[in-house]
């Protein structure tokens, strides 16, 4: 009888369907322009304590490369099959779905209003197998625009500096519009790499730019030290788009906080993993915009802060 009780319990534990449920392993792509903090400093911890763990029951998969990389990259990781794909930034995301309508896909985040984009149907129902997070650009960038005319109340013009010209671009229409209507010259550069910010924020100098608005890309956010010691270079005061962006130099640093933008996206790779449905999950925005200045910056350039924003600022950096 026991023999009969050991037999039975052996083949139990050796079903398909026990043995799957045992042993299955999550497969995770992330498609980027850079290597990107966020996921592993928010979203793959975040994953671990609901259960799904790297180097266990998770395989995470970066693609990292150019935006002329991304359709190739895109395409070789929908050919490894994963489960869930996030896509970090609008140039990103674009390419993961050329590459499969069926893989649900996480913007982690994308830039640009979901809906105009053409990703989702709606916000609050996207449709097809994309979700995920929306910074709403083109009305943070007036109202980094703002930030800097208080500062800067004779300022007459604001040079914009962004990569990605092809995507970006169409966004800066509102930021035109806005300057236009208050009398600022804004003078666009754009840039591809690295190597041609020094001479960005020459040309800047050269073009009598008195401040510069600094559009956040994954790239921006990677650099921003570099940014903020070529701006301290050419006395130009400048505005990034995270808290971050004056912590590292700049004078300004206003936008969303990417913790939280990570865990939203992470929460919606855990219910696609739990079985949920891209479409079915709405897009979110940001619901909190974090506000820092930095003092040093402020006092190497000779610039006194109105009392009004230290005192809205979530941080004042002395």
Known sequence: MRRAVLICAVLAALSPTYAEAAERIWRMGVLTPVEDNVVRSVILPYLATRGFVEGRNLVVDFRIGAEEQMPELAQALVGDKPDAIIAISDWALHPARAATSIIPI???PMGADPVLAGVAESWAHPGGNVTGVSLIAPELEIKRLSLLRE???SVHRIAVLSNHRKVVEAGLLPLRKAAAEVGLELVEIWVESPSEYATAFDRMHGDGAEAV???PTPESYRDTELLAALAAKTRL?????????AQRGLLIGYGPSLRELGRQAAGYVERILNGAQAGELPFQGPTHLDFSINMRTAKALGLTVPPS??????????
Not at 309 to 318: M, T
């Open 237 to 245: 005061p400048a505005i990034g788009g995270s808290r971050e962006s």
């Open 151 to 153: 500062v800067l109340p």
């Open 213 to 215: 608005v600094i559009v």
């Open 309 to 318: 924003l230290l005192v809205g600022a979530d941080e004042v950096i002395e």
């Open 106 to 108: 996480v913007a982690a």
